[in-house]
């Protein structure tokens, strides 16, 4: 017998499934297998394995649908939506995992993982072991005792409750068995089970509490008070009898419990691994390889640990003169690989702790702490300047360079050219980048100078992997030409910042708070009375019961008071649109007034935000801390606000450099339509160009009216629209929206063949390029989910367009930053967004870095449309005005 401090852990397998399916974004691995349950599912039970440390685990499973609970009753969970075919397949994963884990699971025909569970939880505490149930389901609470405990998961997966017989005392003032009672009459809904009409929760449990148990409700019926729930308990009593039998858990079941087979063990480690990688859980890996540690285990050379491949040891440098040294016998060699290790994740104000190098014949190592990094960068100047490798070589350029180092553009950089491969990913870490693509497994949790030095190592093999595949994948000239450079130029914008006049924005925030006090009074004065504006539950109570306003939608905790309800309900009701407006105000204050001026740099009284270029699929670049790609300027005090970033001094100016309609011309090169191409050569207004096609009237008869419905389609087929999203975006019915788009493809027919075309090649070769030969996978058009699918067809239309648009604007900026570079110093790049460019000039200059910057972004790639380069220039990014050269 085993010791009574011995713990079963129970788990019912199909409720964790299932809670980490909804709970969890659709994770997918490059090949489109889902894996959102299975992730969610190994995450969970670890967490429990790591806080209860169990001896015995069993996961239990339903066996299939249909159980000896509809012989009872033919509805029994019949009102069920079929599995999602997105989570079907990942039950065999999870059991492969379990396989793999060396934990036992079990399934019997006829029973539910419930049945199994109340037995074996019975067994258990028959014999003195501490049971724990984990579960999402609170049917489960009726199998508390005093040796069963109940492991409830709240909130997705977040927080597990521990529900004992006190709690449930606490909770309903009932035994966990009466809760059976309590089901009975309630009934079920999403189980099928009937119970008594009119009879809710709060009831049942207050009946039961009085009369003991179903039947001593039954027979006291005519004492209840409310005379339907008396007739119903009458009328309805063998239902609430049949509701019983279902609700109840059966615990003789046909399963034994084998103590032996299921222990709490050692799993198979290079089998959790291996299914691992295959799931792309690369973060996952490092408690394998750490449990393994403390087993004293190693990884076979299958799943090799960067430590334990033959690398000579590290060398390790004791002084600037010794790193000095090695620095000039690494110069003239190739594939040299540069690991810096910083203290402080802002790169800005950090200092270097150690720096790692890697060639052919070995590897070496300095601790930096103390040393000055003036001198550290001009100890590395000369191999910076001859193309070393990086993982995330803008970070470590921008170091050096704000240290005092020239530095030239990287020779490779093993985090964009991950990046550049599976673009979908949601992370491009050393780590998981050398586990997907050498199935190295490394470890960093030794000291930061043997971390550096084997990272350094690990980029260096890396690195040439990557090499290979992007040739194979026809993207090296775009990882060469193109990304590589790029962050060097990005690097550059972030350390040199963008320069914020705090007054302004001072002035900014008493502007605002001064509307939204404003917007107070006059919500107050509709409502009536005074109630706290940002709780969605007091405005509800106000909107729909005290003003009697139409419900929209219904959310868990009551009805929704979102922005797109209040957007709804602004035409029946004022108050609706002053919140609209109070809470863009407030957005507008508390995220781009009070949030920015915490990020800027009192040393330098710019904001140096972090230009991201491993973060979207399509290419894109994106910005944060903050992100200064979303300013909004849809409402006027959102584009005032633009007016705080201003030049690096007096004598300066912004100019802003903007691609015209460049997706729209991208389009008409891919698709060769003859019409649109010819209306872009001709300098036409492209919309109304495309009105007069799309109506039927001659170019001068175009109303404003059927510009805007022409431009909403020029832009909605980039992003293939659906008649239904242009009925909205127009507000005309569906079947105008239908007419306009069928119009439009009779007159474009090239953009009808492309969108076609590139469907279907993706469908064949499971992936779209750009222009540049840029890749995105698309496993989604192969999804079971039309929805998913659909949007699968969508993004192969538009990342072939969107993502060369991305391409064009990167060559840009390389191209130019090496011209200013040559040409004009004291110009800078200093944002990127989207389709424009922002600089930073000195006054005298701007004609000639004007003239520059427009020619080189019109021929950044020659098509067969002409690119279009609108300028505009002023004192602050507000205040700006069209320039002519």
Same mark, same amino acid.
């Given at each position: 017998?085993?010791?009574?401090?011995?713990? $079963?852990?129970?788990?019912?397998?199909?409720?964790?499934?299932?809670?980490?399916?909804? /709970?969890?974004?659709?994770?997918?691995?490059?090949?489109? %297998?889902?894996?959102? *349950?299975?992730?969610?599912?190994a995450t969970m039970l670890q967490k429990a394995r790591e806080m209860f440390k169990p001896d015995y685990i069993i996961v239990a499973f339903d066996h299939s649908k249909v159980t000896f609970r509809n012989d009872l009753y033919d509805e029994y969970k019949g009102t069920r939506p079929e599995t999602d075919p997105e989570l079907r397949p990942q039950f065999a994963l999870v059991k492969r995992l379990l396989a793999a884990w060396n934990l036992a699971s079990c399934e019997v025909e006829g029973y539910e993982a419930d049945d199994l569970i109340g037995?074996?939880?019975?067994?258990?505490?028959?014999?003195?072991?501490?049971?724990?149930?984990?579960?999402?389901?609170?049917?489960?609470?009726?199998?508390?005792?005093?040796?069963?405990?109940?492991?409830?998961?709240?909130?997705?997966?977040? &927080?597990?409750?521990? %529900?004992?017989?006190?709690?449930?005392?606490?909770?309903?003032?009932?035994?966990?068995?009466?809760?059976?009672?309590?089901?009975?009459?309630?009934?079920?809904?999403?189980?099928?089970?009937?119970?008594?009409?009119?009879? !809710?929760?709060?009831?049942?449990?207050?009946?039961?509490?009085?009369?003991?148990?179903?039947?001593?409700?039954?027979?006291?019926?005519?004492?209840? +008070? #409310?005379?339907?729930?008396?007739?119903?308990?009458?009328?309805?009593?063998?239902?609430?009898?049949?509701?019983?039998?279902?609700?109840? %858990?059966?615990?003789?079941?046909?399963?034994?419990?084998?103590?032996?087979?299921?222990?709490?063990?050692?799993?198979?480690?290079?089998?959790?691994?291996?299914?691992?990688?295959?799931?792309?859980?690369?973060?996952?890996?490092?408690?394998? $390889?750490? *449990?393994?540690?403390?087993?004293? +285990?190693k990884a076979s050379q299958e799943t090799t640990a960067v430590r334990g491949l033959s690398l000579p040891d590290p060398l390790t440098l004791d002084s600037l003169e010794e790193l000095a040294g090695l620095v000039a016998r690494l110069v003239g060699k190739r594939d040299v690989a540069l690991e810096l290790i910083l203290n402080n994740p802002s790169y800005l104000e950090a200092a270097a702790v150690a720096v790692g190098l890697a060639w052919e014949e070995g590897v070496a190592v300095l601790g930096t702490a103390g040393i000055e990094p003036a001198?550290?960068?001009?100890?590395?100047?000369?191999?910076?300047?001859?193309?070393?490798?990086?993982?995330?070589?803008?970070?470590? =350029?921008?170091?050096?360079?704000?240290?005092?180092?020239?530095? /030239?553009?990287?020779?490779?950089?093993?985090?964009?050219?991950?990046?550049?491969?599976?673009?979908?990913?949601?992370?491009?870490?050393?780590?998981?980048?050398?586990?997907?693509?050498?199935?190295?497994?490394?470890?960093?949790?030794?000291?930061?100078?043997?971390?550096?030095?084997?990272?350094?190592?690990?980029?260096?093999?890396?690195?040439?992997?990557?090499?290979?595949?992007?040739?194979?994948?026809?993207?090296?000239?775009?990882?060469?030409?193109?990304?590589?450079?790029?962050?060097?130029?990005l690097g550059a914008m972030e350390s040199y910042g963008v320069a914020v006049d705090m007054e302004t924005l001072d002035l900014m925030g008493i502007e605002l708070e001064g509307g939204l006090a404003a917007l107070t009074e006059a919500i107050y004065e509709l409502a009536g009375e005074e109630f706290n504006l940002n709780s969605p539950k007091q405005l509800a109570v106000i909107l729909f019961e005290k003003l009697g306003l139409p419900p929209v939608k219904r959310t868990k905790t009551g009805f929704s008071t979102d922005a797109a309800v209040l957007?709804?309900?602004?035409?029946?009701?004022? %108050?609706?649109?002053?919140?609209?407006?109070?809470? &863009?105000?407030?957005? =507008?204050?508390?995220?781009?007034?009070?949030? =920015?001026?915490? =990020?800027?740099?009192?040393?330098?009284?710019?904001?140096?935000?972090?230009?991201?270029?491993?973060?979207?699929?399509?290419?894109?670049?994106?910005?944060?801390?903050?992100? $200064?790609?979303?300013?909004?300027?849809?409402?006027?005090?959102?584009?005032?606000?633009?007016?705080?970033?201003?030049?690096? !001094?007096? !004598?300066?100016?912004? $100019?802003?450099?903007?691609?015209?309609?460049?997706?729209?011309?991208?389009?008409?090169?891919?698709?060769?339509?003859?019409?649109?191409?010819?209306?872009?050569?001709?300098?036409?207004?492209?919309?109304?160009?495309?009105?007069?096609?799309?109506?039927?009237?001659?170019?001068?008869?175009?109303?404003?009216?059927?510009?805007?419905? *022409?431009?909403?389609?020029?832009?909605?087929?980039?992003? !293939?629209?659906?008649?239904? #999203?242009?009925?909205?975006?127009?507000?005309?019915?569906?079947?105008?929206?239908?007419?306009?788009?069928?119009?439009?493809?009779?007159?474009?027919?090239?953009?009808?063949?492309?969108?076609?075309?590139?469907?279907?090649?993706?469908? &064949?070769?499971?992936?779209?390029?750009?222009?540049?030969?840029?890749?995105?996978?698309?496993?989604?058009?192969?999804?079971?989910?039309?929805?998913?699918?659909?949007?699968?067809?969508?993004?192969?239309?538009?990342?072939?367009?969107?993502?060369?648009?991305?391409?064009?604007?990167?060559? /840009?900026?390389?191209?130019?930053?090496?011209?200013?570079?040559?040409?004009?110093?004291?110009?800078?790049?200093?944002?990127?967004?989207?389709?424009?460019?922002?600089?930073?000039?000195?006054?005298?200059?701007?004609?000639?870095?004007?003239?520059?910057?427009?020619?080189?972004?019109?021929?950044?790639?020659?098509?067969?449309?002409?690119?279009?380069?609108?300028?505009?220039?002023?004192?602050?990014?507000?205040?700006?005005?069209?320039?002519?050269?």
């Amino acid at each position: 017998m085993p010791p009574k401090t011995a713990r $079963l852990l129970l788990v019912d397998g199909n409720s964790v499934i299932h809670r980490a399916f909804h /709970a969890l974004p659709p994770l997918q691995t490059r090949e489109g %297998i889902r894996t959102n *349950a299975v992730y969610g599912f190994a995450t969970m039970l670890q967490k429990a394995r790591e806080m209860f440390k169990p001896d015995y685990i069993i996961v239990a499973f339903d066996h299939s649908k249909v159980t000896f609970r509809n012989d009872l009753y033919d509805e029994y969970k019949g009102t069920r939506p079929e599995t999602d075919p997105e989570l079907r397949p990942q039950f065999a994963l999870v059991k492969r995992l379990l396989a793999a884990w060396n934990l036992a699971s079990c399934e019997v025909e006829g029973y539910e993982a419930d049945d199994l569970i109340g037995t074996l939880s019975r067994q258990g505490a028959a014999t003195g072991l501490e049971v724990l149930i984990l579960t999402g389901d609170r049917d489960a609470l009726q199998l508390v005792g005093d040796r069963v405990k109940v492991l409830l998961m709240r909130r997705g997966l977040s &927080q597990v409750e521990v %529900i004992d017989r006190e709690a449930i005392k606490k909770n309903y003032g009932l035994e966990p068995e009466q809760l059976i009672d309590v089901k009975a009459l309630m009934g079920d809904a999403s189980d099928n089970i009937p119970g008594v009409p009119g009879v !809710g929760e709060k009831t049942a449990v207050q009946l039961v509490r009085q009369y003991g148990d179903l039947e001593g409700v039954l027979a006291h019926s005519g004492e209840i +008070k #409310g005379r339907r729930v008396a007739e119903n308990l009458v009328t309805f009593a063998d239902q609430a009898r049949l509701a019983r039998r279902l609700a109840t %858990i059966d615990c003789q079941a046909p399963v034994t419990l084998d103590l032996a087979g299921c222990c709490n063990q050692s799993p198979d480690y290079e089998a959790v691994l291996a299914l691992y990688k295959e799931l792309e859980f690369h973060s996952l890996v490092k408690d394998v $390889l750490r *449990a393994m540690e403390q087993e004293g +285990k190693k990884a076979s050379q299958e799943t090799t640990a960067v430590r334990g491949l033959s690398l000579p040891d590290p060398l390790t440098l004791d002084s600037l003169e010794e790193l000095a040294g090695l620095v000039a016998r690494l110069v003239g060699k190739r594939d040299v690989a540069l690991e810096l290790i910083l203290n402080n994740p802002s790169y800005l104000e950090a200092a270097a702790v150690a720096v790692g190098l890697a060639w052919e014949e070995g590897v070496a190592v300095l601790g930096t702490a103390g040393i000055e990094p003036a001198a550290l960068a001009g100890t590395l100047e000369p191999l910076l300047r001859v193309n070393p490798i990086f993982h995330d070589a803008k970070r470590a =350029l921008v170091w050096f360079s704000n240290a005092g180092a020239r530095v /030239a553009d990287p020779g490779g950089d093993t985090m964009v050219a991950g990046y550049l491969l599976n673009p979908t990913a949601s992370r491009h870490d050393l780590p998981e980048l050398c586990l997907e693509h050498l199935n190295l497994a490394l470890v960093e949790g030794d000291s930061l100078q043997l971390a550096a030095a084997r990272r350094a190592a690990a980029i260096r093999l890396l690195h040439r992997e990557l090499a290979g595949k992007l040739q194979v994948a026809g993207m090296e000239n775009l990882y060469r030409r193109v990304e590589l450079p790029l962050t060097r130029v990005l690097g550059a914008m972030e350390s040199y910042g963008v320069a914020v006049d705090m007054e302004t924005l001072d002035l900014m925030g008493i502007e605002l708070e001064g509307g939204l006090a404003a917007l107070t009074e006059a919500i107050y004065e509709l409502a009536g009375e005074e109630f706290n504006l940002n709780s969605p539950k007091q405005l509800a109570v106000i909107l729909f019961e005290k003003l009697g306003l139409p419900p929209v939608k219904r959310t868990k905790t009551g009805f929704s008071t979102d922005a797109a309800v209040l957007e709804e309900l602004a035409c029946r009701h004022p %108050i609706a649109a002053k919140l609209v407006e109070y809470r &863009q105000l407030a957005k =507008l204050k508390s995220t781009y007034v009070d949030g =920015l001026k915490p =990020l800027v740099n009192p040393r330098t009284g710019s904001l140096h935000t972090s230009f991201n270029q491993t973060v979207t699929a399509t290419g894109r670049l994106s910005s944060s801390e903050p992100n $200064l790609q979303n300013i909004p300027v849809r409402l006027e005090l959102g584009r005032r606000l633009r007016k705080a970033f201003v030049p690096h !001094g007096p !004598g300066r100016l912004l $100019l802003a450099a903007d691609y015209s309609q460049i997706e729209l011309r991208i389009l008409a090169h891919i698709s060769g339509d003859e019409a649109m191409i010819a209306a872009f050569r001709r300098g036409e207004d492209i919309h109304a160009r495309t009105a007069a096609e799309v109506f039927g009237v001659p170019l001068g008869e175009v109303t404003p009216a059927m510009r805007r419905s *022409a431009k909403a389609v020029n832009f909605g087929i980039v992003y !293939g629209i659906s008649d239904y #999203g242009l009925s909205r975006d127009l507000g005309i019915s569906r079947s105008e929206a239908h007419d306009y788009i069928e119009r439009y493809f009779r007159r474009y027919r090239g953009v009808k063949a492309y969108l076609e075309e590139i469907v279907a090649r993706a469908r &064949q070769e499971g992936y779209v390029t750009t222009l540049l030969g840029r890749r995105r996978y698309l496993p989604d058009l192969f999804s079971s989910n039309r929805n998913v699918r659909s949007f699968g067809e969508r993004t192969a239309m538009n990342t072939p367009i969107q993502g060369t648009a991305a391409d064009i604007i990167k060559m /840009a900026m390389v191209k130019i930053f090496r011209l200013l570079e040559a040409q004009y110093p004291a110009a800078r790049m200093i944002l990127q967004v989207h389709d424009e460019l922002i600089f930073d000039v000195p006054e005298d200059d701007l004609p000639a870095v004007a003239g520059l910057v427009k020619d080189t972004m019109e021929h950044a790639l020659e098509l067969q449309v002409p690119l279009q380069v609108d300028l505009k220039a002023g004192p602050n990014w507000y205040d700006l005005e069209p320039y002519k050269e």
